[in-house]
């Protein structure tokens, strides 16, 4: 049986990812994801414009993928510095897992792609994190006046950051700051002295 649209397209992201993954970003080319397929190149052209186009199709499913983690994390039984703490560690722990990919985001020259990942993980997790705070404060964990401004400021100070550090660094670089930024995490939201749980 014959392919729909929707399930041949899906094919060539997948294929793709896999690809970028592997091979890596720069490395892997149009015609790489076709033969991995079997297709000819007209058919990725019919549904996508570039190899970028793809990446950016990637980078939303990566931070969706953040995003459902995130929301799994919120309903555990655990203090809210953790959650917090989590959240972050999970971030660093996906773009581990699917360094391919993460490293071709960071490598798309237009600059689309980092914008696009960018603002869709903090678009949907500042909400997430500023409603874990202001719970904080409701049980006396925090006390902390502007949750939404102060997870702005870490989450596009961090991703700020992170463009300014060549990609081959980036993930080691995050894990040598993690402390320091649990330790921004306890300042900047006034938690209480907190233990951090396994």
Same mark, same amino acid.
């Given at each position: 049986?014959?392919?729909?649209?929707?399930?041949?397209?899906?094919?060539?992201?997948?294929?793709? /990812?896999? *690809?970028?993954?592997?091979? #890596?970003?720069?490395?892997?080319?149009?015609?790489?994801? %076709?033969?991995?397929?079997? =297709?000819?190149?007209?058919?990725?052209?019919?549904?996508?414009?570039?190899?970028?186009?793809?990446?950016?199709?990637?980078?939303?499913?990566?931070?969706?993928?953040?995003?459902?983690?995130?929301?799994?994390?919120?309903?555990?039984?655990?203090?809210?510095?953790?959650?917090?703490?989590?959240?972050?560690?999970?971030?660093?722990?996906?773009?581990e897992k699917?360094?391919?990919?993460?490293? /071709?985001? *960071?490598?798309?020259?237009? #600059?689309?792609?980092?914008?696009r990942?960018?603002?869709? %993980?903090?678009k949907?997790? =500042?909400?997430?994190v500023?409603?874990?705070?202001?719970?904080?404060?409701?049980?006396?964990?925090?006390?902390?006046?502007?949750?939404?401004?102060?997870t702005e400021?870490?989450?596009?100070?961090?991703f700020?950051?992170?463009?300014?550090?060549?990609?081959?660094?980036?993930?080691?670089?995050?894990?040598?700051?993690?402390?320091?930024?649990?330790t921004?995490?306890?300042?900047?939201?006034?938690?209480?002295?907190?233990?951090?749980?396994?």
């Amino acid at each position: 049986m014959a392919k729909t649209k929707e399930e041949r397209r899906n094919e060539i992201i997948e294929t793709a /990812g896999k *690809l970028f993954e592997e091979k #890596g970003y720069e490395q892997t080319q149009v015609q790489d994801i %076709v033969n991995e397929i079997g =297709v000819a190149k007209g058919l990725f052209y019919y549904y996508f414009k570039s190899k970028d186009e793809v990446m950016e199709e990637l980078a939303d499913r990566y931070a969706d993928a953040i995003i459902d983690a995130v929301n799994k994390l919120i309903d555990k039984d655990i203090t809210t510095f953790n959650k917090i703490n989590r959240i972050f560690q999970i971030f660093i722990d996906s773009a581990e897992k699917k360094f391919g990919i993460f490293m /071709g985001i *960071l490598n798309v020259k237009n #600059g689309i792609t980092h914008e696009r990942i960018f603002f869709n %993980v903090g678009k949907k997790m =500042v909400p997430l994190v500023t409603e874990l705070i202001l719970s904080g404060n409701d049980n006396g964990e925090c006390n902390c006046s502007d949750p939404k401004f102060i997870t702005e400021f870490l989450v596009s100070g961090l991703f700020n950051i992170m463009n300014q550090i060549s990609p081959d660094e980036k993930i080691d670089y995050l894990k040598e700051k993690l402390p320091t930024i649990k330790t921004m995490i306890l300042k900047l939201y006034n938690f209480a002295d907190q233990k951090e749980s396994n």
